[in-house]
């Protein structure tokens, strides 16, 4: 038996994260199908139940993926630290699939404890989605750890979930983020700046034509800032036509974005799955790994920092990529790389299982 324990991040409000968990899964049994691996038992859980008591009796470990490379929020150090721990005590190796990385501060205990937590013997593969130099330069010390870069596991969402964007759709997705977002990630930008752009960003929408519906990825106060949006406009009576209700499951979501012809965003895994479905996207960038998509999948034109904000220069580039969309062998050749990075540590493992040296 060939069992493979998946720790992810399942149950929060932020579905793109769960999207994440339930593409690596899926992923994992495709690869374990390809591989002709009959006996694999795949569990799935999710990070921050601290129920880790049972990792000793699986052959792998796979962090699923999502931002959890950080420390400056959101604890996730924590919870690596405890099950690398375990891990390494059952002699259980981990791998850390398709994550993000965000930050680093020697002098920072937390960062301390997730840097000692990653660097354990137990650790045999980091592959990240975004920031590999700062992986390699600052996280790893213990060089028998493979690193790599690779596609964000929710790439492989339209397999997953065998939904299609609609090709017939004439919307365009407007998915907001919360009112402190950015002065979370250190950028001097409140409430009505961001007001003020979506307001920008609608009017020249509208001047052209354009149709389009507010959304968010299911969080709560995302949505706070959607009916404050709608309020700012003036525009309350247009609120159960333009909001769209909160998706409260991945298929919700995805459902969600494939009725958009193109989608203007701040979430990032809003523009993955856009990027998934074949549906142009531009992003507002409140966080480097925002910024770091754009360039990795060769349009950072269409990722704007806060200091290039304007309403007028992002609906044109938005106009642009409706009419380029992506390059599809490119869009392919990179989304293999989750798959193939997946596929190489799954069958090594899987091997040393069978001839018992696991």
């Excluded at 999502?66 to 919870?79: A, D, P, S, V």
């Excluded at 298929?251 to 998934?276: C, D, P, T």
């Excluded at 540590?345 to 040393?352: D, L, M, V």
Aim: charged letters at 30%; hydrophobic letters at 35%; one cysteine or more.
């Amino acid at each position: 038996m060939f069992k493979v324990l998946i720790i992810g991040l399942k149950n929060g409000k932020n579905l793109g994260d769960v999207v994440i968990s339930e593409c690596t899964e899926f992923l994992v049994k495709k690869i374990a199908k390809e591989l002709q691996i009959s006996d694999l038992e795949c569990k799935s859980i999710d990070m921050t139940e601290e129920d880790y008591s049972d990792i000793s009796d699986y052959n792998l470990v796979i962090m699923a993926g999502g931002g959890i490379i950080k420390f400056k929020y959101q604890e996730f150090y924590r919870y690596i630290d405890k099950i690398t721990s375990i891990a390494d005590e059952a002699g259980v190796p981990v791998i850390f699939n398709a994550v993000g990385v965000e930050g680093f501060d020697q002098e920072d205990e937390r960062c301390k404890i997730l840097r000692r937590a990653i660097n354990r013997a137990c650790v045999r593969q980091i592959t990240t989605r975004d920031d590999i130099q700062l992986l390699d330069q600052n996280y790893i010390l213990n060089t028998d750890i493979r690193t790599e870069k690779v596609a964000d596991s929710a790439v492989w969402t339209g397999d997953r979930y065998k939904i299609k964007k609609n090709r017939e759709s004439n919307i365009t997705g407007l998915g907001v983020v919360r009112e402190g977002i950015f002065r979370s990630n250190g950028i001097d930008i409140g409430l009505e700046e961001q007001l003020q752009l979506w307001e920008g960003i609608i009017r020249e929408l509208e001047e052209k034509g354009e149709d389009w519906r507010i959304f968010t990825t299911g969080w709560p106060s995302d949505m706070k800032f959607a009916i404050n949006l709608m309020n700012y406009l003036g525009r309350q009576d247009e609120i159960k036509k333009r909001v769209i209700k909160e998706p409260e499951t991945p298929e919700e979501l995805i459902g969600i974005l494939s009725e958009f012809k193109g989608v203007i965003a701040g979430r990032l895994h809003a523009n993955i799955i856009s990027y998934a479905l074949k549906i142009p996207a531009i992003g507002l960038v409140w966080n480097e790994k925002c910024a770091l998509w754009g360039e990795t999948i060769g349009y950072p034109q269409r990722y704007f920092r806060h200091y290039d904000f304007d309403a007028v220069a992002m609906v044109e580039q938005y106009e642009r990529a409706l009419e380029e969309g992506y390059k599809e062998e490119e869009r392919e050749a990179y989304k293999a790389t989750t798959y193939e990075s997946l596929r190489e540590i799954i069958r090594e493992f899987a091997n040393q299982t069978k001839s018992g040296e696991i």
